[in-house]
């Protein structure tokens, strides 16, 4: 069974039985928080299915023999278009949305325990994940009824698929891979590629690839052009308009920059050094060591990188200092994680107290003056990052800024535990 982690980073939590009942609990309050498959119109924009909406019409435009990428909003690759297009041609607006949404949890938590070495989904630490799907990336997948975690789950399940004897099942995970690859490469992408290269399964490298080649020329065929043009063209006329300012949304890294008086065209060139060569760093790590959590975050250093996309980054790399027991350090960035837009509002204060008394409780419960100060360290991190923020309100984006504050901290994070891996197997070599 495929198992990346488990000799890394994982150490298996005692079982609870009531641990599945709060997941689901928690699930069941997130769906109906964000109003289950709500049609809201978005600032007055059609369509009212927010950014599944414009999945939605890109697919459909594919099935019609169209080009999807007249729209500048539909960006991503066509194949994962065309499948959401084909569900919105067989189920009606609100079912279709609601199932987005709830595969958009399931995928989340799937992903997290393929990837931290949980072999079956009952060995979950389901208290723990009952919390961390509350962390405002994932929750903002929700109100923007994002495809994020259902490209976790079609990644999870594809590796898992290809460790099985029966050559049409790897042949079937090589195809969910691509797929997920081809559908957000900046997300999956460079993870996809680490995680190959670490399990030395260099000749799935090829397969997908080719995968990847007969689909874009399949649906160029049906659409008669030469559809990875029409997609590059988009992308490369969204960095110009990034470059000259002139993008309608905030880029990755705008607010800092803005902050520091530097320009558009000058941070879009620091980004992209940065992101090379952290890329290139990681791959030839994970030749040896694991680095594939940094696959998840890393691409965040380019442009165009919304919060929500960095739901599974930041959802592994606190599953990854849970398992090691850095408990610390995980109550102070899971505050910073679970802060929403309404930085100051009674109510996120309500659920931030909520959730670290339920996380302390579980990993504390036969010890509460212990879980009491790492909730109480968890909430000072949160009031003093909501403070810091709060200075520069008015000034910048605010959503902006704190979302390139958790990117810095989840590479730095990452960086660290790299080195306390590599340091581990040098103990065992000597």
């Known amino acids: ?6 000799n890394v980073f994982f150490r298996r939590p005692t079982k609870r039985a009531f641990g599945p009942v709060f997941f689901l609990t928690s699930s069941l309050i997130l769906l109906f928080t964000y109003r289950l498959g709500s049609l809201r119109v978005d600032k007055g924009q059609v369509p009212g299915l927010r950014d599944i909406g414009t999945y939605f019409n890109g697919g459909l435009a594919i099935i019609s023999g169209e080009n999807p990428y007249e729209n500048p909003y539909f960006r991503i690759g066509p194949t994962g278009g065309l499948l959401l297009g084909v569900l919105a041609k067989i189920a009606p607006d609100f079912l279709a949305a609601t199932l987005i949404m709830a595969l958009s949890i399931f995928g989340f938590a799937f992903f997290i325990g393929t990837f931290s070495g949980y072999q079956k989904l009952i060995s979950f630490p389901w208290i723990f994940l009952g919390v961390v799907i509350f962390i405002s990336a994932q929750r903002e997948n929700l109100v923007n009824i994002q495809i994020t975690g259902i490209l976790a789950l079609s990644l999870a399940h594809g590796f898992r698929l290809i460790e099985k004897d029966i050559k049409i099942i790897r042949l079937l995970g090589v195809v969910l891979i691509a797929i997920s ?14 995680l190959l290269i670490y399990e030395k399964k260099y000749r799935y490298l090829f397969s997908i690839g080719l995968t990847l080649f007969l689909f874009q020329a399949l649906i160029s065929l049906y659409v008669r052009e ?13 960095g110009k308009e990034a470059a000259l300012g002139q993008l309608p949304e905030r880029i990755a890294f705008e607010t800092p920059f803005e902050l520091l008086g530097i320009s558009s065209k000058v941070a879009i060139m620091i980004m992209g050094i940065l992101f090379l060569g952290f890329s ?13 959590h940094l696959g998840l975050t890393l691409p965040s250093l380019g ?25 610390k350090l995980l109550f102070v960035i899971i505050g910073s994680y679970l802060l929403p837009q309404n930085f ?3 109510n996120n204060l309500i659920l931030v107290t909520l959730l670290l008394m339920i996380l302390s409780a579980s990993i504390f419960w036969t010890r509460p003056v212990v879980g009491i100060m790492h909730s109480v360290l968890g909430m000072t991190s949160w009031l003093v990052y909501v403070f810091l923020i709060k200075l520069f309100d008015q000034q910048v984006d605010i959503h902006e800024l704190s979302m390139s504050i958790n990117i810095i901290t989840s590479i730095a994070v990452g960086a660290h535990l790299v080195r306390e891996v590599w340091r581990d197997d040098l103990r065992l070599v000597h």
Do not use: C
């Open 280 to 292: 290139l760093a990681s791959i030839v790590i994970a030749q040896k060591i694991n680095t594939l």
């Open 303 to 327: 442009i165009f990188f919304h919060y929500y996309d960095l739901a599974l980054a930041f959802g592994l790399m606190l599953t990854i200092l849970y398992s090691r027991r850095h408990y």
């Open 226 to 238: 030469f559809i990875i043009l029409s997609w590059f063209k988009l992308v490369l006329n969204l």
């Open 1 to 6: 069974m495929f198992n990346p982690l488990s």
């Open 344 to 346: 100051g509002s009674v």
């Open 181 to 194: 690859v081809e559908t957000k490469p900046h997300v999956v992408g460079l993870f996809v590629f680490l």
